[in-house]
C-alpha cells in the first residue's frame, strides 16, 4: 500500500514556472515506476509523465515534452515534476500515481494522490 500527497500546485501567468512534489509513504517507494497525470475540466484524465524505479528512464506526453522534467529522490520517497514555459492549456488537477510497472496508462496505476490545481492564466 502507498500513499501519496501532491503539493506545489498554484496560480502561474504563462511562461511562468512551477515544481510539483509528492511525497509517498512506505519503505518500498523505489518499487514502484511513477507517473503524473493532469485532468482539464470538461476532459478526461490525460497522461502526462513517468518515470522508472531508479529514475534512469523518463516518459513524456508529447504536449510537454521539452517543457516539463519529471524526477525522482528515492531517499526522500519524492517524485517532482518541474514545469516550465507553462500555457493555460497546461491548466489542470494534476495527479500523481504509482505503478509496479513502467506504464503510461492510467489503468496500470495502482495508487492515486488526491490532486493539485495547477492554473496558468494568459
Known amino acids: 500500500q502507498v500513499q501519496l500527497v501532491e503539493s506545489g500546485g498554484g496560480w502561474v501567468q504563462a511562461g511562468g514556472s512551477l515544481r510539483l512534489s509528492c511525497a509517498a509513504s512506505g519503505r518500498t517507494f523505489s518499487s514502484y515506476c511513477m507517473g503524473w497525470f493532469r485532468q482539464a475540466p470538461g476532459k478526461e484524465r490525460e497522461f502526462v509523465a513517468a518515470i522508472s524505479w531508479s529514475g534512469g528512464s523518463t516518459y513524456y506526453a508529447d504536449s510537454v515534452k521539452g517543457r516539463f522534467t519529471i524526477s525522482r529522490d528515492n531517499a526522500k520517497n519524492t517524485v517532482y515534476l518541474q514545469m516550465n514555459s507553462l500555457k493555460p492549456e497546461d491548466t489542470a488537477v494534476y495527479y500523481c500515481?504509482?505503478?509496479?510497472?513502467?506504464?503510461?496508462?492510467?489503468?496500470?496505476?495502482?495508487?492515486w494522490g488526491q490532486g493539485t490545481q495547477v492554473t496558468v492564466s494568459s
Open positions: 500515481a504509482a505503478t509496479s510497472l513502467y506504464a503510461i496508462t492510467e489503468y496500470e496505476y495502482d495508487f
